[in-house]
Antibody, heavy 118, light 108 residues
Framework: EVQLVESGGGLVQPGGSLRLSCAAS????????MAWVRQAPGKGLEWVAN????????YYLDSVKGRFTISRDNAKKSVFLQMSSLRAEDTALYYC???????????WGQGTLVTVSS | QSALTQPPSASGSPGQSVTISCTGT?????????VSWYQQHPGKAPKLIIY???KRPSGVPDRFSGSKSGNTASLTVSGLQAEDEADYYC????????FGTGTKLTVL
């Protein structure tokens, strides 16, 4: 059974940092692109970043470029999102999703909540 | 990175059909047959219900169907049931990794 389990969210002050993790199981992580998608309270889905199977390519939402870094460790079956210089507008539930190709997000985790507030 | 455009809301009575649109551009929806649709119930993670414009993952009822014309893709829910009440989002391959603005479907 495919499972994605996010962790690492929490309350952080503006300007602070957090590292989110996504533990993957039930499939071979190294054969899939992976993505982070967020949802601010009461708002819609927003793609944040994605990463190629071998980690050689990463793409980012314009508003997080230079502040967020997506990475992966296929041997440890994990995907990460390092977030720094956090802003209030980054407050959201962050989902990890498997991309089966052409933005077909076929499996999602349950999300981890990031709250940026003083 | 502008989102794909969806109507904010849609509604229908049980048993009726409802169609939700997703408007992109000639660079994404109009160019590629890689439109996906997601259903999200309150407090739950999104669920893939349509991919490659018309295909349904295993376990998704055939009441859900997808189509495309020009730069606009559509999701049709036939034989509406109470459990179909949810938010629906589209995505399309085409250089912009964006979701649609989302549509809240209400079953009257």
């Amino acid at each position: 059974e495919v499972q994605l389990v996010e962790s690492g969210g929490g309350l952080v002050q503006p300007g602070g940092s957090l590292r989110l993790s996504c533990a993957a199981s039930g499939f071979t992580l190294s054969t899939y692109w992976m993505a982070w998608v967020r949802q601010a309270p009461g708002k819609g889905l927003e793609w944040v970043a994605n990463i190629k199977e071998d980690g050689s390519q990463q793409y980012y939402l314009d508003s997080v470029k230079g502040r967020f870094t997506i990475s992966r460790d296929n041997a440890k079956k994990s995907v990460f999102l390092q977030m720094s210089s956090l802003r209030a507008e980054d407050t959201a539930l962050y989902y990890c999703a498997r991309d089966s190709g052409w933005l077909k997000y076929d499996y999602w985790g349950q999300g981890t909540l990031v709250t940026v507030s003083s | 990175q502008s989102a794909l455009t969806q109507p904010p809301s849609a509604s229908g009575s049980p048993g009726q059909s409802v169609t939700i649109s997703c408007t992109g551009t000639s660079s994404d929806v109009g160019r590629y047959n890689y439109v996906s649709w997601y259903q999200q119930h309150p407090g739950k993670a999104p669920k893939l219900i349509i991919y490659e414009v018309t295909k349904r993952p295993s376990g998704v009822p055939d009441r859900f169907s997808g189509s495309k014309s020009g730069n606009t893709a559509s999701l049709t829910v036939s034989g509406l049931q109470a459990e179909d009440e949810a938010d629906y989002y589209c995505t399309s391959f085409g250089g912009r990794n964006v979701f649609g603005t989302g549509t809240k479907l209400t079953v009257l």
